[in-house]
């Protein structure tokens, strides 16, 4: 698990909807958000949806999200009725601090805009039973 600087201000925001970002391997169904505006387009629609939403905050020098990103990828191919969203803490640090990210990989899951649980670290059995259990 990588550490996070920690932050202090506290923003309101938590989810997303569509899916489909191109990688090296084709298409995956895990989005890559790269913009507020974006992230708060997708998180304002989320709130009006039941459907579970992984939010996996990432950074590109973080070796242990690249070490669990293969199994963040099975993962959304195998639960095609949950929202899969990767988000860079780098690129959009205010949306890290609203969550509170401080270390990495973080996995939030939401539902129509709220917290309904998280995993901290590569700990992929852990986070699929939490997706089990709350994609219903």
Request: glycine share 4%.
């Amino acid at each position: 698990m990588a550490s996070f600087g920690g932050w202090r201000r506290q923003v309101s925001y938590p989810s997303v909807v569509p899916r489909v970002s191109s990688t090296t391997n084709g298409s995956s169904r895990v989005i890559a958000i790269h913009s507020t505006a974006r992230w708060k387009s997708h998180f304002d629609a989320s709130k009006l949806s039941t459907q579970l939403m992984v939010i996996d905050f990432t950074a590109t020098w973080c070796k242990p999200c690249r070490l669990i990103e293969p199994a963040f990828e099975e993962m959304a191919a195998k639960f095609t009725d949950v929202v899969f969203v990767k988000i860079d803490v780098d690129e959009l640090m205010e949306v890290a601090q609203a969550f509170q990210v401080q270390a990495m990989p973080a996995f939030f899951l939401l539902k129509q805009g709220k917290v309904v649980d998280k995993v901290v670290g590569t700990k992929k059995d852990e986070l699929q039973r939490k997706i089990e259990k709350h994609k219903i």
